[in-house]
């Protein structure tokens, strides 16, 4: 096990009591048609990032 992954338990474990699953609500409550509208404005830039994170080791 990587010491990564232990703090990533514990930080997980500590904060167990605070947990609100109702805080993840507002992401589903607009509809599919408008979470994919923006998903396809949004592959753009993020292919971008993407091919900038791949080719910069070569550069």
Known sequence: MSFFLIGV???????????????LLPIGSSGIQNIAAGAQKAIFPIGGTEMLLWLFPFT
């Open 9 to 23: 338990l514990m930080v997980f474990l500590f904060m167990w009591n605070q947990l609100n699953v109702y805080y």
